[in-house]
């Protein structure tokens, strides 16, 4: 090949041909797209699973069906305002079924029983129930012998405070705030013994002043039958004198 051809050579081979000055075919371009492939490409991957719908309602935990009343009476998210002087109290009747129970009707003296509080909505529809809290929810016993006197207080009145310390002052109370379904029920366990009380200083500095001055136990009660209730920090309800809502009762006999 002499000079002069090599810039033709040059000029077919940049211009598609080979070196003998063959044109090479040009491969064809589909520029059509595939909807099959294209919905693979953009299909969500199958292993991640449904994303969370992040504006579906959230449940209240403040309302339930079957409550232990003891948890969701310290659950923060329940406290609602302080009620109003203003404010009236609802009527339960035929609404709210109270009940006390105890684990045996007979204990021996100086003898222990669980009491177990039960609140049943008996209506159709929610209802909420309102609870003083000061700070912690208290559901303190009352015992009383047959001719109605309470025999778990001390005789007279409780001792003066030692010298130098400062009057009790209570602290200020909330009020929490549950909602019992239609027919749902809401319990409580609460201890109770069959003993005499005594007035306690030496716990003065561990009794929070809501609970009233501290009492210990001094001996076992004497046989008979007696009449046990538990005073709930049940608030805005309408009731009797014979506090039949607050303060249901039991009879426990003592033997």
């Not at 063959?22 to 294209?38: G, H, R, S």
């Not at 209802?127 to 015992?143: G, K, N, Q």
């Not at 009660?221 to 303060?247: I, N, Q, W």
């Amino acid at each position: 090949m002499n000079d002069r051809m090599l810039p033709l050579l040059v000029l077919l081979v940049a211009c598609g041909g080979d070196a003998a000055g063959n044109q090479q075919p040009k491969q064809a371009t589909n520029t059509k797209t595939n909807p099959d492939e294209l919905s693979e490409t953009n299909d969500v991957d199958s292993d991640a699973g449904p994303k969370a719908d992040d504006t579906a309602p959230k449940k209240d935990p403040c309302v339930g069906f079957e409550i232990d009343l003891s948890t969701l009476l310290m659950n923060a998210a329940c406290e609602v305002p302080n009620p109003k002087p203003t404010d009236k109290s609802v009527d339960t009747k035929g609404k709210l079924d109270v009940a006390l129970t105890a684990s045996s009707a007979t204990v021996s003296p100086g003898g222990h029983a669980d009491l177990t509080l039960t609140l049943t909505n008996k209506s159709g529809a929610p209802l909420p129930l309102s609870f003083t809290l000061d700070p912690t929810p208290r559901f303190p016993t009352e015992t009383y012998d047959a001719k109605n006197k309470r025999v778990d207080m001390p005789a007279g009145n409780p001792p003066a405070l030692p010298k130098g310390m400062p009057p009790r002052e209570a602290t200020s109370h909330e009020t929490a705030r549950i909602t019992l379904v239609a027919n749902a029920t809401a319990k409580l366990t609460i201890p109770w013994d069959a003993v005499k009380m005594k007035w306690a200083p030496d716990k003065l500095k561990g009794t929070p002043a809501e609970s009233g001055y501290p009492r210990a136990p001094a001996g076992p009660l004497a046989k008979g039958v007696y009449t046990v209730r538990v005073a709930m920090p049940l608030v805005l309800v309408f009731e009797g004198t014979d506090r039949e809502v607050s303060a249901p009762k039991t009879t426990i006999t003592v033997k």
